[in-house]
């Protein structure tokens, strides 16, 4: 149900952030048997628009990329979509970001396949980001392409042998046709909420895509990565970021709020902009996914469906060996999180007594918590 015109799903997302790590939400306490200190930990809201949560969330995602590495060259890719089309996106976000990943990878998928640039399956790891650093609307997908793919069972490189994969201003003009042919069916048949100011008759609307068709669409590419351990730093700086982190927050009153940002027209120079508190949140809120929207996507070979006997094939090919069996969850969880705070999970921080943790639960909207007390028997 909507608040005063804002979405349901966004009013949750901001509930959500509201309470993260306060007894709204409940806990436990930690009380050490040995010294009797007592800490509290409240429940954060696993929200994946937090920027309080998904550090854990991230680690493991990482560890699982690391087993699915090859040792090849891979390439970042970032494709965009121009700002014409924001309002578009803002009214139809589930249609226009579906069409952005589905259209970014036809375009990789068919260049991989023709035998021209590689004659080969590839796979692509793509995350959806819609920010800028101002908060401002800026749908773009980053992929991460391992440098070949599968022609059968064999492991197929580069023709090329230069830098970048694929032609990048050949690969922007398959992708804005690709998303422009789409986006103008849907646009006729009525399948889109039309924004206000935006053409709704069919001469209008088919003039409106010819203006995008003048347009250079943007396909960029970096250098690719130095060796797998770059990809894995790459991808745990970008897979689980928010729209704003809270060290770029530098101040905030009952009217304003203001935060750090780059200036990349300026070199990436470090400014910062002040916004009312309505304004900080609208554009906040245009970064909000719909709901059950995934925002990081596998292709090719490395989808779910394919993976397994796809690596298996391509390790084989590059004489690779497999990875060790996975770690349950539950061990890799109380794995990482040992590693995090530098000490077993059930040791106390303040005297460094060894399993002398016991946790007791506090229930959501407790007044306050439970007291407790211990001998030196641990009683």
């Given at each position: 149900?909507?608040?005063?015109?804002?979405?349901?799903?966004?009013?949750?997302?901001?509930?959500?952030?509201?309470?993260?790590?306060?007894?709204?939400?409940?806990?436990?306490?930690?009380?050490?048997?040995?010294?009797?200190?007592?800490?509290?930990?409240?429940?954060?809201?696993?929200?994946?628009?937090?920027?309080?949560?998904?550090?854990?969330?991230?680690?493991?995602?990482?560890?699982?990329?690391?087993?699915?590495?090859?040792?090849?060259?891979?390439?970042?890719?970032?494709?965009?979509?121009?700002?014409?089309?924001?309002?578009l996106c803002r009214y139809n976000a589930?249609?226009?970001?579906?069409?952005?990943?589905?259209?970014?990878?036809?375009?990789?998928?068919?260049?991989?396949?023709?035998?021209?640039?590689?004659?080969?399956?590839?796979?692509?790891?793509?995350?959806?980001?819609?920010?800028?650093?101002?908060?401002?609307?800026?749908?773009?997908?980053?992929?991460?392409?391992?440098?070949?793919?599968?022609?059968?069972?064999?492991?197929?490189?580069?023709?090329?042998?230069?830098?970048?994969?694929?032609?990048?201003?050949?690969?922007?003009?398959?992708?804005?046709?690709?998303?422009?042919?789409?986006?103008?069916?849907?646009?006729?048949?009525?399948?889109?909420?039309?924004?206000?100011?935006?053409?709704?008759?069919?001469?209008?609307?088919?003039?409106?895509?010819?203006?995008?068709?003048?347009?250079?669409?943007?396909?960029?590419?970096?250098?690719?990565?130095?060796?797998?351990?770059?990809?894995?730093?790459?991808?745990?700086?970008?897979?689980?970021?928010t729209a704003i982190s809270n060290h770029?927050?530098?101040?905030?009153?009952?009217?304003?709020?203001?935060?750090?940002?780059?200036?990349?027209?300026?070199?990436?120079?470090?400014?910062?902009?002040?916004?009312?508190?309505?304004?900080?949140?609208?554009?906040?809120?245009?970064?909000?996914?719909?709901?059950?929207?995934?925002?990081?996507?596998?292709?090719?070979?490395?989808?779910?469906?394919?993976?397994?006997?796809?690596?298996?094939?391509?390790?084989?090919?590059?004489?690779?060996?497999?990875?060790?069996?996975?770690?349950?969850?539950?061990?890799?969880?109380?794995?990482?999180?040992?590693?995090?705070?530098?000490?077993?999970?059930?040791?106390?921080?303040?005297?460094?007594?060894?399993?002398?943790?016991?946790?007791?639960?506090?229930?959501?909207?407790?007044?306050?918590?439970?007291?407790?007390?211990?001998?030196?028997?641990?009683?």
């Open positions: 149900m909507d608040r005063g015109g804002v979405p349901g799903h966004h009013m949750r997302t901001l509930g959500a952030i509201r309470d993260c790590r306060t007894s709204k939400l409940g806990g436990h306490m930690l009380c050490c048997t040995t010294c009797g200190s007592t800490k509290i930990s409240y429940n954060s809201c696993r929200n994946r628009h937090c920027p309080k949560c998904g550090g854990l969330a991230k680690e493991l995602w990482i560890e699982d990329r690391k087993r699915e590495l090859l040792p090849v060259r891979y390439q970042h890719l970032v494709f965009t979509i121009p700002h014409q089309i924001n309002d589930r249609f226009c970001y579906r069409l952005l990943f589905r259209t970014a990878w036809s375009t990789l998928d068919a260049f991989g396949r023709d035998p021209k640039w590689l004659g080969a399956r590839i796979g692509a790891t793509m995350v959806l980001h819609t920010w800028g650093q101002n908060l401002s609307l800026h749908p773009h997908v980053h992929c991460i392409v391992p440098s070949g793919g599968l022609g059968g069972q064999e492991w197929v490189e580069p023709k090329r042998g230069k830098a970048f994969l694929f032609p990048v201003k050949a690969m922007s003009k398959v992708f804005r046709g690709r998303f422009l042919t789409a986006l103008r069916k849907a646009w006729l048949t009525k399948e889109l909420v039309v924004p206000p100011g935006m053409p709704t008759k069919e001469k209008a609307i088919k003039e409106w895509c010819r203006k995008r068709w003048r347009q250079d669409w943007v396909v960029y590419a970096k250098p690719p990565f130095k060796g797998p351990d770059t990809v894995v730093e790459y991808l745990g700086r970008y897979t689980h970021k770029r927050l530098v101040a905030m009153d009952e009217q304003n709020v203001t935060f750090q940002y780059k200036d990349y027209r300026q070199n990436g120079k470090r400014k910062l902009m002040t916004l009312n508190g309505l304004e900080f949140l609208r554009r906040f809120c245009q970064h909000i996914l719909p709901s059950g929207f995934v925002r990081i996507r596998h292709y090719g070979i490395l989808a779910n469906v394919h993976k397994e006997k796809a690596l298996m094939a391509a390790r084989r090919s590059l004489d690779m060996p497999d990875p060790p069996p996975k770690e349950e969850r539950k061990v890799r969880v109380k794995r990482l999180i040992e590693k995090l705070i530098d000490r077993g999970l059930d040791d106390c921080a303040d005297c460094g007594a060894v399993d002398s943790l016991v946790r007791i639960l506090i229930p959501p909207d407790a007044r306050a918590p439970p007291k407790m007390k211990f001998n030196q028997a641990g009683v």
